[in-house]
């Protein structure tokens, strides 16, 4: 089974701190993501990679950053923690090729509190 | 450009009954669909997708949804409700073009013993 694991479930931090969200994927996934999960709104993507140190942005890319220097590790950065960035935030990733193109595996979530 | 509409933010059945949940789609090319489920405080599982193969698509925990072009739709049925389906479910659209899958707002449902 394709294992998608973020670091940290749940975190609070404060205004204006620099934050880092981690995650993993042990299946050799050519394709990262991250998205964001607020109530009303459904999921929508921040940034995702295609490979190592490459990357695009998706629909709501402002205020935040990301970095991939291993395949298996894609991290997402809030350079400058606000209260509006306060949600659940989803890693995925998803093979490069073929039908499996789409089908997306995702991690179990991080919780983020801005306070 | 691809979008999803899924219509009914809360449904709410009884346990055995019929579970049927709505989704639109927009896309400019032939696409992929799929539904996802999120469980309390867990991250999405896939439940089925369709890749332009069989229209009615089987799924996970006895769930199916049918494609239907003509009406842009892929709505998601279950004959009989468990309590256990209660959960948060999306739909999603994709395409050959594009590696992110873009989802709708999400539908929260409700089984009442």
């Known amino acids: 089974d394709v294992k998608v694991t973020q670091s940290s479930r749940y975190l609070v931090k404060r205004t204006g701190e620099k934050v880092f969200l981690e995650c993993v994927q042990d299946?050799?996934?050519?394709?990262m993501f991250w998205y964001r999960q607020d109530p009303g709104l459904g999921l929508r993507l921040i940034y995702f990679s295609y490979d190592v140190k490459m990357k695009e942005k998706g629909d709501i890319p402002e205020g935040y950053s990301v970095s991939r220097e291993k395949k298996e590790r894609f991290s997402l950065i809030l350079e400058s923690a606000s209260t509006n960035q306060t949600s659940m935030y989803l890693c995925a990733s998803s093979r490069s090729f073929g039908i499996d193109l789409n089908t997306i595996y995702f991690g179990e979530g991080s919780w983020l509190t801005v306070v | 450009a691809q979008s999803v509409t899924q219509l009914g933010s809360h449904v709410s059945v009884s346990e055995g009954a019929l579970v049927l949940l709505r989704c639109n789609y927009s896309?400019?090319?032939?696409?992929?669909l799929f539904w996802y489920v999120q469980y309390p405080n867990q991250g999405l599982q896939l439940l089925l997708k369709y890749t332009s193969a069989a229209t009615l698509v089987k799924g996970i925990n006895g769930f199916e949804a049918e494609f239907k072009k003509s009406e842009t739709s892929f709505h998601l049925t279950k004959p009989s409700a468990h309590m256990s389906d209660a959960a948060e479910y999306f739909c999603?659209?994709?395409?050959?073009?594009?590696?992110?899958?873009?989802f709708g707002s999400g539908t929260r449902l409700q089984v009442q013993p």
């Open positions: 896309s400019s090319v032939p696409p992929y």
């Open positions: 999603a659209v994709g395409n050959t073009g594009r590696r992110a899958l873009t």
């Open positions: 299946m050799d996934h050519e394709n």
